[in-house]
């Protein structure tokens, strides 16, 4: 059975700082590029960081590039987000994500989310 299951969201001011957990199980981990996303209310789902599962080649959003660092620990099957100088639109649900593509078929299993509110 996979599961993907976010950790370490909450409260923080602004300029503060969260680290986000994934753990995964049920499937080979190391063979999927993992991802974090976030929705905030009203807004689409977007792509904040995503990290290959080959070379280890990541790739930011715009709005979180220098402050946000992902990075996985194939060894424990998880994913981490490292956000500092957090500001108030980064508010929102962040989704842990894992995809793995075949010629046929796209695999993509999501978490059940944790919540970030950056408010003073």
């Known amino acids: 059975q996979v599961q993907l299951v976010e950790s370490g969201g909450g409260l923080v001011q602004p300029g503060g700082s969260l680290r986000l957990s994934c753990a995964a199980s049920g499937f080979t981990f190391s063979s999927y590029s993992m991802n974090w996303y976030r929705q905030a209310p009203g807004k689409v789902r977007e792509l904040v960081a995503g990290?290959?599962?080959?070379?280890?080649?990541?790739n930011y959003a715009d709005s979180v590039k220098g402050r946000f660092t992902i990075s996985r620990d194939n060894a424990k099957n998880t994913v981490y987000l490292q956000m500092n100088s957090l500001k108030p639109e980064d508010t929102a649900v962040y989704y842990c994500n894992a995809k793995f593509r075949t010629v046929v078929r796209q695999y993509d299993y999501w978490g059940q989310g944790t919540q970030v509110t950056v408010s003073s």
């Open positions: 990290i290959a599962s080959v070379g280890g080649s990541i």
